[in-house]
């Protein structure tokens, strides 16, 4: 078996709110990825977050982001597809990706009509996979997505991606919810740490 096979975990109870990427653990791994990438490349990293909404990435140097919603002040206010699209024709190469959409068809509905948009049939088959597909590519070698969700998959191997470390956060005192799960994969490269969370 291969370190691939074995991505690092990590388990964590924690309180997790609408806003994972202001939970102290979540946001420390989101800052060992974007320190990791400028130590790197030397500080010049291209990153973006597709579902920035009112996220620290907003502020973050080198960081583009969109949000559906045009109340928040992010760089473009397109639905994932067309981001990734937008992405694609400005010719955008990213270093980090910070993945963090709705988890669930509830939560993407409660988006979309919270901004009086429909919710077009194709979204609720296939909520991300062509948009992935899009942004994959322009991820560079090397390049890191940090995915967070209620399941592990990710950006996957068929996209080019490996996992280096899965971290598990589960809600204090309250069995009845979803664990979220933040995992960390990079595309085709063979010296990365794993990233994991500093005790």
Known sequence: MTHEEFPNMTFRRTNITSTPFDNPHIRNILDRVVNFANYEKKGRVLMCDPFARESFTNYLQGCITNDLNPAFNTNYNLEFKD??????????????????????????????????????????????????????????????????????????????????????FEQVAREDRYALFVTVEQKTQLTLDSFSEEE
């Open 83 to 168: 981001f990734a699209y937008k992405m694609k024709e400005l010719e955008h190469r990213f270093d980090v990706v910070f993945f963090d959409p709705p988890y669930s068809l509830r939560q993407l509905k409660d988006q979309y009509d919270g901004i009086g948009k429909d919710l077009k049939l194709w979204q609720t088959h296939n909520m991300w996979g062509e948009g992935k597909d899009v942004l994959a590519q322009l991820v560079k070698p090397g390049g890191v997505v940090v995915s967070l969700g209620w399941t592990t998959s990710g950006f996957g191997r068929k996209r080019g991606f490996t996992k280096k470390a899965i971290h598990v």
